[in-house]
C-alpha cells in the first residue's frame, strides 16, 4: 500500500492481517511484547524527523543538492571527472551486481566474482604486479595498508616510512592514522620541482626504512623521470617500494613492476566513478611474495564439483571474520561494485582506449599549458617537467581572487598558494577548455 | 552456460613507445613522451559495446541478489534497497569534485550536514562525522578518538580494548589496527555480557569496550546500564558497534544506554545497497566529550544566505585525529542514506524495527531446527545439530533461497544465523521456512553434495587456496 | 574500440582481421561486392550528418531540450502527468524487457507474456467486460479501431458512428481516417454543460447508427450522470457502445459493464508513463461475443508439454502476418512496453492506491475551483457536474493573454477560447497548485 | 521456478461507495461522489514494492533479449539499442506536454525538425511526417496520402494497391483498411517482382505498388527503375516498405530510385528498442507532391529567437489527411532515434549497413541449410528442407540462441528468414551457425520435442486458441 495515508515502513510488506496472523503464531499479544529492553533506555520515537512520499523525497534531495553551482571544474589531484559511459551505469545498475552481498556463497555469486576476478586481472596486467585485491576504500587507505603491509613483512627494527613532502594531506593523514597503533613514523623527503628529489632521498633513506613512497604522476600531474632509481634506493635498503598510480596513468607510464615497485597503490576509480565529491576505489596490488599479507579480499579460480571452472573468495583466513585480531586488515565491506564499474568502464576502452585516453592528458594538459603561458603574468607549467592531466600555473595576481573570479565565470581551479593555481583537463570538453582560456585571459586582466 | 573471461574472448596488444612502434597501432602509434617514461605495450580485451553488454548481463543472471528473494544473512541486514535511492544518487547536482569551493557546493554541505543531525538524534549523540567509508572504518575511527581522547587526557597508558567473543570480527581487527591489546570477553551461560568476567577485565589500561546491542545472539544486554557504568568506572569508553541498530529504531538509542561512541553501518540499517561487498558508509557517532577529536573536516551551519536560507561551512574540530579517507567518504551513499530516512520519518523507521523483529520471531517459530538463546530480536541463531551448518547452507540454495550466515558466533554449535529483516512477508518466511525444514529432514550424504541446482556445483576451497590463481594471467601460465 | 577515431558504428564490434576472415570464408574482395545496387540507384554515401561521440551526443540532445521551459503543467485533457514511481523505470528498463521483440517465440518470452496477461486482467477489472488486448498505440487509434469492429459485428446496413460534439480533434480526425476506407460517416451529437445531451441523442440515434461514443470523464473533466441511458440508446438501436475512459477514472467511476459498454478504449497509459507529448498506450477492451473480431494481440493461458501453466500470444489468425488483407487491423508492433509500465504502476498503486489517486482527482479539482472561483472576475468550474482531475473555468479577460501570462510566471493551462480555460490538477503536487492560486491572482488583477 | 499471478500473490477488494463501505476500507470508505457514479468495488492485488520488484525481475529472467545473445529474426532488423539512447530519453527536459505553447517547448520542436531532416536525407525524401507510431501504422498514412493525393487529381477511382505476394502481411492489411482492393503479385524465378505480372496488373486503377527493398528475400529489386516507371506510367505511386532500410544505408536511397512515399521503422533501422512488441515509430517521407497531404502538424522553422537561433512552429500541411494518432506519435521513441543518428553520423550508418551484409553472407556460408535466393543483402531465407522450420526454431532455443523468422516468406519452402544484423561479431555468428547446423543433423522426434532447455517447454497453442483464457478473472473461473 503506497498511499499517501500509509505510516509505516513502505518497505515492509505486512498487511493487518497477516501481521495479526504472525503475531498469533509467536504467541504475543503486539509487537511490543517481543522487546526486551529495560524501561530506563526505552526512547519514545520521536526522532523529529517527518516522512514523505518517494516523490517528495526526491524533490527534498534535488532541492537541497540544487543548491550546487554548475561549475566546469578543471579539477584533479586525485579524483577526477572523466566521462563515464552510459553502458556502466545500465549494466552495473542490475539489481543482481547493486543489490548483492559479499560473496559468502560462491555457487550463487559467480557472476559478481568473474568480474571482480576481471578487474584484479586488468590490475595485474597494469601493474605487472602478480596479485591485486579486489578493491580497498581509496588511494589514502591503500596508502596506510600498504604501510602495515611493510610493517609486517619487513623483518627488521626499521620504523621509518618516507613520503613525498608534496604528498596529499588527506593521504597523508589517514597515513598518519593507520601506523598509529604501530611503530611506524611517516617523515618527508624533499621533492625537486615537484619530481622525487633522488639526492636527497638517498641522503634520507636507511635501514630504519620500511617503506618509501612516490606517485607517478605527482600531485602536480609532473611524471617522474628516476623511479628506478628510487626502486633501486629502496631495495638496497630493504624497504618496501609503494607507488602511487591510476589505471589511466598506469596505461602509458612506466610500468611499476618495471622500476621494482613493490605494491602499488591509488585511485582506480578514475575509471568508473564520475565526480563523487571524493569517493573511490583503492588500488592495491603488490608481488606474490606477500600474497599471504595481502589486506582485503582476494577472488581466485577454481573448480566445481563437475570440475567446471568457477570462482570464489579465497585466502579468507587473512580476513577479520576468521583471523580477527591477527587478520592483514581490518577491512570488511570494501568497494566491490565500484571496483566493477571501472572493470566495465576499462573494458569498454579497451587498451587502444585506455592509451589514447592517457596521451590526450599529455597532450591537451601541454596545449593548455602554452595557451595560458602566453598570457601576460602567467606562466605554465610552472614545472619544467612532462605532465599528465594538469600542471601548476603562476599568475602574477593573488590566486585566491583569481580562483573566485573564475568561480563566477563558471569554472572551478584548484588554489595551491598565494600566486599558484593548479588546473586539470580530464574529462573536461575541448569546447569547455576554449571558454577557459577566455575566462582566463579576462580575470587576469 | 560458462561466460568466458573478457581475456578469453579477445586479448589485444597495444605498443606504446614511440621507438616500438608498429602499424597496427595506428593513430596512436606517436607516444607523446619520451620512451624512457612509458612502458612497452598494454594487453587487454577490445570488445565493443554490445559484446560487453552481454558480458555483464550473463555475469549478472549468476548473482543471486535481494531481488531475487529473501536473503537472511545474519548481522547483514540484507533489506530492499528502494529504488529510487539511486535515482537521487544518480543526480547530476550530486556529482562534484571535493575540492570545489564551500561557496559553490553548499547542496552537498547542506546534506551533509542534514544526515549528520538525523543520525544524531536516531543514536542519540551529539556530533557525528560522516567520513568513515564502511563500519570497520567507523569502527577504527572509534578506536582512534578513543585513543585521542585518552592521550588528551593524559591516560595514554590505556592499552586494552575488551571485546566479547561473540563479536563481529572487525572489532577485534580494529582495535589491533589501532594498535590495542585486545582482551576477549566470554558470555554467560544467557548469552549476554559475563558482568563477573568483565570486572575481571577491566583495569586502569582499559580504554573501550565494544559492544553489540543487540548482540550477534540478538539479545538484548539487559545490563546494559551496570556495564556502562562499570566501564566508565574505569576511566574507559563504551563502543557501540551499530550492525544491529535495525532491531532498535525508534526504541532504543545507544546514546540513552550510555554509549560514548558508536558507528552506524548506512548499508544495513539505512538499506543502502551492498553493492556485492561494498561501498557502503560507516558513520561514527559520539557524545560531547568527545566530539572535538572526530576526523576532518565536519560540517556545521555558517551564516546565512541572501535569500535567508542557512549556509554550511567545513570545519576541522579542535583535536581531530585527522582523516581515516582521502576526502569526505562514501558521498553517493550518504545521499542515498539521507533520502532513505527522509523517506521513512519516525514512524517509518520504528515500523521496520518492529517489523524486522516480529519476522525474526515468527520465521524462527517456524523452522524446526533449535533455536537456544532468547528473546532474540532481529535475528536469532539456530543451531543445526547434529548437521554441518555450512552444508546446511549450501543445501538452501538449491531450494531458492539465500541462507542464513553460518558456524557463527561460535557461541552456538553449527550456528545458522537468521536475519530475515523487515522487508520480508508471511509468504516469503513460510517459504525460507519451508526450505530449512526441508533440509534439516535431509541426510548428510545430500547436503555434502550440494548445492546442484545453482549455476556453479559446490566450489573446492582448499585447492583454491592452496594453489592460488588469482587473474586470468595466472591461468594463462598454466 | 571507442575512441575518438573510430570512423564505423560503434556497435559493430569487427575488428578489421575479423573482417578480413570473414570476407574471405565468403569469397569476396571486399565488402562493396556483396551489395548487388545497379550503379544507377547507387548513392554517394554523403548524408552530411556528422558522428558524434556518445558523451558529445547526449550534450546535443540536452542541449536541444533544454529549449523546453521548465513550466508547471496544469494540462489534461487525455495526458496526465502522473508521478510514476521510480520501481516502474528500474524494472521497465531491465534490457530483458527493453530488448527484446514480439513474442512469437514464448518458450523464452514467458516474463513478458506474463506481464501481458497480468495487464489484460487489469483491464478485464477495471472495465468489467472479458476480453482486453495487450494494447494498441493510443487512445484515438483504439477508437479508430473501435469503429472498423462495429462495422465487422454489426450485420447492418448501418453507417453512423455518433460522437460528442466536443470530441478532441486528434480524436476526431483519426476516427475519421480510421473510417474512411469503409462506409462508415462519423457524426458529432451535442452535449449539454459537457456531458451527453440524452435528449437530443435520442432524436439523432436510429438503426442505421453502428456506434455511439462517449467518454467520461468527458474532455472537460466532467463526470457523466446518465451513461445507463446511453447504453439503453445504443442497445435499442443495434449499435456498439463505446465508452472512452481510463484506469484511474474506472477505479472509481461506474463500471462500463454495467452501463452497458460493449467496448472500453481509452489511454492506459495515465498510469506508467509522465507526459511525454502524448505519446500513449492504447486501452482496448470488449465483451467474449466479438473476441474473434478483437484488433491487436491477445495473450492466452495455456500449459506447456509438462502440463505447466504458460502464456502465448493466442488468436493469431486475427492478425495481419497470418491473415494480412482480411486481419482485424494492420497493427503490428503495438506499445508493449507501455502496457509493461502501466500494469507495474497500477501494481505499485494496488486498488486503494488507485481510487485514493482517483478521489483526489475529485476532491482536488474541486478544492481549486472554488478559489478560483473566489476572485472576481473568474468562474470556476463553468460546468455544473461533477468533476475529475480538471475543469474549465472562465475569465473575464482575454484567455490567450492570461495563460501567455501565467505561462512567464511558469505554469501552462489550456486555452479553450477567448474567454476559457481548462486546469488540471493530476500530478501537480499541493505546494505549486497554491503558488498556481497566487499566480492566478496576480495576472486576472 | 514458476512465478505466480499478481492476483495469486494478493487479490484485495476495495469497497468504493459510501453506502457500501465498511471498516476495511479506513480513511478510503468516503468517496467525494455520490454512490450513482461510482463503481462498486475495485477488486486488484495489493503487493509491496520489494514483492513487485522480486516478480518483475523474476519476470525478466524468463526473456530472451537483445543482450542475452544473437536474435537473428529475418525482417526484424534486432539491433543491440545503445544504452545512452535511454538515458536521453529519460531526460526531465524531455517530459512536456502535448498542448504546451509552441513557445514554451522550441526544444522539443528543433528535435523534430532535425530529425524530419535526417529522415529526410537518408531516405532521399522531400517531407517526412514523425507521427506515425509504428511501421504499419506509417504503411497506412503512405497508403492515406496516395488516396488523398489521387482524390486531390480526380483521380479517387483508383481502388487497386498491389502487394507483392512476399510482402509483409501488414502492407496487405494497411492497404485493406485503407479501403483499397489487394491485387497479389507473385514472384518471378529469381525471386524479385515478376515485371510481367506487374504488367499485367497495373491499370488506370492502381493507386500504389508497395515495395519493400531488399524484397524479403534479401534481394534488391534490380529493375526499380525500370518498376517505377511502369507504376508512374499508369498513374499509380511507389510505395517503399522500410523495414529492410538497414540494408542499403549510405549505398541507396528510395527516393532516388523512384519511390514516392516511404516509411522508416526506427525501431529496426535505428536501433531504438522492441520493448517487447512496441513502442516504435513508423515516420513517413515523400516526395514534394505528396507533402501537402501528409498529417498535420509538421514543423518548420518560424523565425529567429533573441539569441540568433532559429525558432520552430507547428503547421498543417495545406491538403492534410488530417491526424492517424491523438498527438505527435512516440516521441520517446523518436528522441532515441535521433540520438542513434546524431551518433552515427554518415560513416556510422554505411558502416552499419555495410556490416550488416556481410553479415548475412558470412553466416549463411557456414550453415548447412539450403539457402535458395541470391545474391542476398542484409537478410537471407534458408530452406529447412524436409525438416518442419518451427520445429527447427524450436529446436535452436535449446542451443541458446534466438531463432529466425520461419515459414515465411512463403515462396522458400520451411523457410528460415534470418538476419543477423550488424552488432555480431564472427566468433557469434559461428555460434549461430554452430546451433543451425546442429539441428540440421537431428531427427524430427527430437525437434519436435524440443525445447526443453528452456524455462518452458513446447506450449500448446491449438488449446490456448481453442479455449482462450485472456485474464486471471478467466483462470478463476476454471
Redesign the interface.
Known sequence: ?????A?????????DA??S???E????ES?ED?????A????D??????????????????S????????T?L?G???Y?Y?V???V????????????????????????L?????Y???L???TGL???N??M?????ALGEAA?LAERVRDTTGYRVLVPDLL????R??L???V???DLAVEAYPTDDANVDLAALEDLIDEECVMVYAENPTVRGT???GLESVGDLAAENDALFVLGSDPIA??????PA?VGADVVVG?ASVLGL???????LGLFATTEDY?RQVPG??????????D?????L????R?????????T??????????A?RTA?H????????????A?RG??RA?DLAERLDDIVGVKAPVHDR?HLREFVVRIDQPAPAI??DL?KRGF?V?VLGDHAIQVCVAGV?DERLERFVAAFEEVVR | QYEPLLSEKDLTRVEIGGADATDETGDDAESPLPDDLTRGSLELPELSEPELARHYTRLSQMIYGIDSGPYPLGSCTMKYNPKFTEDVAALPTAAVHPDRSERSIQGTLELLYRLQDYLGRIGGMDAVTLQPPAGAAGEFVGIRVAAAYHEHNGEGHRDEVIVPESAHGTNFASAALGGYDVVALPSDDDGRVDLEALEAALSENTAALMLTNPNTLGLFERDIEEIAAMVHDVGGLLYYDGANLNALLGRARPGDMGFDVMHYNVHKTFATPHGGGGPGAGPVGVVEDLAPFLPAPRVREGGTSKSGDPTYELFDPEQTIGKVHGYQGNWLVLVKAFAYIARLGDEGLADASAKAVLNANYLASRIEYDVPYEPFHHEFVASAGDQDAADVAKRMLDYGVHPPTTKWPEIVPEALMTEPTEVEGEDTLDRLAAAFNAVAAEDDATLEAAPDRTTARRIDQTSAARSPRLSWQALEEE
Chains 1, 3 share one sequence.
Open positions: 500500500m503506497h498511499g499517501s495515508h505510516t509505516g515502513s513502505p518497505y515492509a510488506p505486512h498487511t497477516e501481521r496472523r504472525m503475531l503464531e509467536v504467541g504475543a509487537v517481543l522487546f526486551d529492553i529495560p530506563a533506555v526505552e526512547f520515537g520521536e526522532f523529529g524527523i517527518d516522512a514523505r512520499s518517494e516523490r517528495e523525497t526526491r524533490r527534498l534531495v534535488r537541497i543538492l540544487g543548491r550546487n553551482d554548475d561549475l571544474e579539477l589531484r586525485g579524483h571527472g566521462y559511459p552510459s553502458l551505469d545500465h549494466l552495473a545498475d542490475r539489481s543482481e551486481f547493486l543489490t548483492s552481498y559479499t560473496q559468502y556463497q560462491p555457487e550463487v555469486s559467480q557472476g559478481f568473474q568480474a571482480l576476478f576481471e584484479q586481472s586488468l595485474v596486467e597494469l602478480e596479485v591485486a579486489c578493491s576504500y581509496d588511494a589514502a587507505t602495515t596529499l594531506e588527506g593521504r593523514s589517514t598518519e592514522n593507520y598509529a597503533g604501530t611524471i617522474e623521470e598506469l596505461s602509458v607510464l612506466q610500468r618495471d585511485d564520475p565526480t563523487s565529491y571524493g569517493m573511490g600474497l579480499r582476494l577472488v581466485g579460480a577454481s573448480e566445481d564439483a563437475t567446471r571452472r568457477a570462482y570464489t579465497t585466502l579468507q583466513t580476513e577479520q571474520h576468521i583471523r580477527r585480531e591477527r587478520a586488515s581490518n577491512i570488511c565491506t570494501n568497494q566491490a561494485w565500484v566493477l566495465m576499462a573494458a569498454y576502452l579497451g587498451p587502444s582506449g585506455m592509451v589514447d585516453l596521451n599529455v597532450t601541454a612532462h580562483a573566485a568561480e572551478a584548484h570538453p
